[in-house]
């Protein structure tokens, strides 16, 4: 589920009632009154409401999801944040310059939050280039480990998203190509890439899920937040997927 920049107040209670109905749904894109990734800066961190936001969807139970989210909205974010949180399409920035993925900084600060990086394979990403292959999305997860190591790191492939592909990765039928190119490298062992494939996952779900417990257990009340005046009834923002996925 993704909620784009507004404070328009349906929209928190539409969200709140969805995951009443289905339990199952636990992920937000975070764009929410933070700035996104494809527009210039406004809030230059988070605003009162996407603290607020933040605040629930760590009472809620619900991952929050900072792909797509400017620097530092997502640094502040991060900061907030009593869950570990995740990006959960984004590559590394140190490799590729896109302003899609994520600086080292940031990616040191998942360490101490918990969170994960999952690798985005779209080649603009990848290599800054239309053209990427499975050894250059491979670097990608390399880098990650040799900062933060295999436990902050995972697959986002975003095949559902993207319209080119690295050469060798061209549909989840060839991910054990992937794990035989990083088993390969030497870097990565078998429980590693266990890891990789799903457990990281699992354990922030599990942790995001302990949060939600402890703050049920001391009472914390769920975040109120009225009618902006200033909501023009325009409840996204014109980042929603129109330039990068």
């Excluded at 992920?27 to 996407?50: K, Q, Y």
Aim: charged content about 25%; overall charge negative.
């Amino acid at each position: 589920l993704r909620l784009d920049n507004s404070e328009c107040i349906f929209l928190v209670h539409t969200y709140l009632f969805v995951l009443h109905l289905f339990p199952f749904l636990r992920h937000l894109f975070l764009p929410f009154r933070a700035d996104s990734s494809n527009e210039a800066p406004v809030a230059n961190g988070l605003t009162e409401f996407g603290e607020k936001v933040v605040r629930e969807m760590n009472r809620l139970g619900m991952i929050v999801d900072l792909s797509h989210v400017g620097e530092n909205s997502t640094r502040a974010a991060i900061r907030l944040s009593r869950a570990p949180v995740v990006f959960s399409h984004s590559s590394v920035y140190s490799l590729c310059n896109h302003k899609r993925n994520v600086p080292d900084d940031i990616i040191q600060s998942l360490k101490d939050n918990g969170g994960i990086i999952m690798v985005n394979f779209f080649p603009d990403f990848v290599k800054c280039a239309p053209n990427a292959t499975i050894s250059d999305v491979a670097e990608h997860f390399h880098y990650i480990k040799r900062m933060i190591g295999s436990d902050f790191v995972g697959i986002g492939g975003d095949f559902d998203g993207v319209n080119r592909v690295p050469r060798g990765l061209e549909d989840v039928s060839r991910y054990p190509e992937l794990f035989a190119e990083l088993l390969r490298s030497g870097l990565w062992n078998v429980q590693e890439l266990k890891n990789l494939a799903g457990l990281n996952m699992l354990r922030v779900m599990r942790a995001v899920e302990k949060v939600r417990d402890e703050m049920r257990t001391n009472g914390v009340e769920p975040e109120e937040h009225p009618d902006s005046p200033n909501d023009n009834g325009n409840c996204t923002s014109n980042a929603f997927y129109t330039e990068y996925v």
